[in-house]
């Protein structure tokens, strides 16, 4: 059994993302110490920018009329979700960057949806039913009643594709006012921000126990 793991915050110390992503994978190996935990960082090793379009092209493009670039890209697209599809569970963490997701998130995905497995229009769904983990975190406050209620175009983005167009069993764990730390401005939330916190990680351990005893169970 394997855990497939996404990063793609840019921060490295003091990204919650990564932090609360821990917390679960920690959970998981508790019950799978000897089972594969298959880490892709986007934050550290990025997708090139214009792979999408080469490999998107090469979908129109018979196969024998393909140039090496466009081959290249759809062998890339078949392993980035490849590393989806063979993963029991998948964790992935994306911050909350300028109201969306960042580019390199936006290229990861454009890639697993030109993939061969992923193609819309296909006839099989391997991704349905997978337990798929959205782990969020926002610099603000974007809840009801908020000023920024709405803004947040990234989780409503991920939820439609990993759950309505790939299938998948998504569950998302969000954590807001993590920039109350750094922003001078929202010193006066600072305590709220770290309880925040504190029950992010929390519900990741819980979220990683659940995800390790279920995929167990049905693999018995």
Request: glycine letters at 8%.
């Amino acid at each position: 059994m394997s855990l497939f793991r996404l990063d793609s915050s840019i921060r490295f110390e003091g990204s919650v993302t990564r932090e609360v992503a821990d917390s679960l994978e920690r959970a998981w190996v508790e019950h799978h110490p000897d089972d594969a935990v298959v880490h892709r960082d986007l934050g550290a090793d990025p997708l090139p920018a214009d792979v999408w379009a080469t490999a998107a092209t090469a979908g129109f493009t018979p196969e024998d009329q393909q140039t090496p670039e466009q081959r290249a890209a759809v062998a890339l697209a078949t392993q980035l979700a490849d590393e989806l599809i063979s993963a029991d569970a998948a964790v992935i963490g994306v911050p909350l960057y300028n109201f969306g997701i960042s580019q390199h998130v936006k290229v990861w995905i454009d890639m697993l949806i030109a993939s061969p497995q992923l193609r819309p229009g296909g006839t099989d769904a391997p991704l349905e039913g997978k337990p798929i983990s959205l782990v969020i975190a926002r610099g603000g406050g974007y809840g009801p009643g908020t000023p920024r209620d709405g803004w947040d175009h990234a989780t409503p983005y991920l939820r439609r594709i990993f759950g309505d167009v790939f299938q998948a069993d998504v569950q998302v764990l969000e954590c807001e006012l993590t920039l109350a730390d750094i922003n001078p401005a929202m010193a006066e939330l600072r305590d709220t921000a770290a309880a925040l916190r504190v029950q992010a990680n929390e519900r990741a351990v819980e979220t990683g126990r659940a995800l390790a005893q279920r995929v167990a169970a049905r693999a018995a």
